[in-house]
Every structure is written in C-alpha cells, then in structure tokens.
C-alpha cells in the first residue's frame, strides 16, 4: 500500500473506498439472496443490542489507536523541528569559537544539515537512515570536542556547545525510533478483522426495501475504510504526500550558508 501514500489523498481515499464498498456491497448483495428479509426481520431487535455493544468496542479500540498513532505523529513533528533548531542554535554558538575551528566547525554542521535535508529525509520513506549522516554527525562531535579542549569544562562556552550537541544527537535518536516505529501487525490484524465482522453484522438488518440498506452498508465501509487509512497514513509519519516536512531542515539551511558567506 506504499504506493497509495504517494498519491494525493484524494485519490488514495477513492481508491480505498471503491474496493471496500464493492466487497462490503458484493457481500451484502450475496446474504439478501440467501436470507430474504422475511426470514430475519423477527431478529431484529435482539440483533440490534448485540450490535450497538460490538460498535462500541470497535470504536473504543479504532479511537484507542488512532490516539497513539497521531501522538507518535505529532511528537515526530516537534522532534524534528527541535533538531533543527538545536542545530542553529549550535551553528550560531559556533561563531564564539577562534577564527582557527569556527570555520571547521560551520562547515560540517552545514554538511551534516544538507545530508539530512536531501538525503536522509527521503530514505526514511522506506524506513531507512543514512550512515553517511551519522558519519556526518560524528563528525561535529569530533570538531566541537576537538575546540572544547582548549577551554575549561565550567566555561560558558564549553557547556553551551556540549548541552546543544547532547540535544541534536537526542533528538536524532528520536527521529530514528519515529521512523522505525510502526504499529504492531498484531493491532492490524485486529482492527481488519473487527471491520470485517462490523460491517457483516449490518447484513443481518434486513430491510425491505433493498436500496437504503446498501446505502447505509456503503457509508459504513466508507467511514471504517477512511478510519483505518487515516491511522496508516500517520503510522507511516515520513512516507508520502503527508509526510513530516524537512522543510525546518532546509530553512536553516539556506541560513547558515548565507551566514558562512
């Protein structure tokens, strides 16, 4: 489904739908011939209280996860812009250095920000990280240390690059974990198999008229199916058109290559 999420929403929620409402429909279609409505209608309200406690567990479980995904999605957000604040706030400590490493030290901040940028940032689509930007980050700690040993530990200076560089290797884990982190199979297994039997226990509510019953059977495919996508698309926070932006990364970016000229 990787492909889906590179396609406007639009487009990705249509083509969803038309598959669960041809199956939902196509099952519906398939029950009414084999149970007319005569045969059920006296099971109605005994079906009816079974129904209404079996959506309430689905939705309490859909509502559960989908409150775990979008937190996980909005925390990848703020760690991200986080780093890349971090990193400013770092290439900017690094103009109180000497003129002898403050130059070093600026170019391979800006090295390792251009490598998340427009490199990193499109592997983790496919939940990949790059070694050459952990090389990178390496890199700065090595520069920044490499400074730091002609200061004293309790320096203002010393404690502001150290505390700012903790940070950007925080926060570069944590990108890491959001873009490995994914929900269980175990989760979807569940939450497809509770959609399956919600949507086949609306079969069983036969009416007579067959065109409100089919009308009512897609809505709720289409509700369940937009549900469910939504709690993919944010599982997937780095993948497709409703990825998490790079732009913070890019942004300061074009700052310190200004800034170095």
């Known amino acids: 489904m990787y492909w889906l999420l590179e396609q406007p929403l639009f487009i990705s929620f249509t083509v969803l739908c038309l598959i669960t409402i041809s199956i939902s429909l196509g099952g519906l279609w398939f029950i009414r011939r084999k149970f007319p409505h005569e045969k059920i209608k006296d099971n109605h309200d005994t079906a009816s209280v079974i129904f209404n406690a079996y959506g309430l567990l689905y939705a309490v479980v859909v509502a559960f996860v989908f409150f775990i995904t979008w937190n996980s999605y909005d925390k990848a957000t703020m760690d991200a812009e986080m780093e890349a604040n971090a990193l400013m706030d770092l290439f900017y400590i690094s103009d109180s250095y000497p003129d002898s490493v403050r130059k070093e030290i600026g170019t391979k901040i800006i090295d390792y920000v251009n490598e998340i940028a427009y490199n990193e940032w499109k592997m983790h689509a496919g939940g990949e990280i790059s070694q050459t930007a952990a090389d ?86 289409i509700l369940i199916t937009l549900m469910l996508y939504l709690i993919y698309v944010l599982d997937h926070a780095f993948t497709g058109t409703s990825a998490i932006s790079n732009e913070p990364f890019k942004l300061i970016l074009e700052i310190m290559k200004s800034h170095s000229r």
């Open 136 to 221: 990178k980050m390496g890199a700065v700690w090595n520069a920044i240390l490499g400074a730091n040993s002609s200061f004293k530990p309790g320096e203002n200076i010393y404690s502001s690059a150290f505390e700012t560089m903790r940070t950007i290797t925080e926060s570069r884990r944590l990108r890491i974990f959001a873009v490995k982190q994914t929900v269980p199979s175990i989760v979807w297994t569940v939450l497809i198999i509770g959609s399956v039997l919600f949507i086949s226990s609306t079969y069983f509510f036969s009416m007579k008229n067959a065109a409100p019953q089919f009308l009512i059977t897609a809505c709720f495919t």
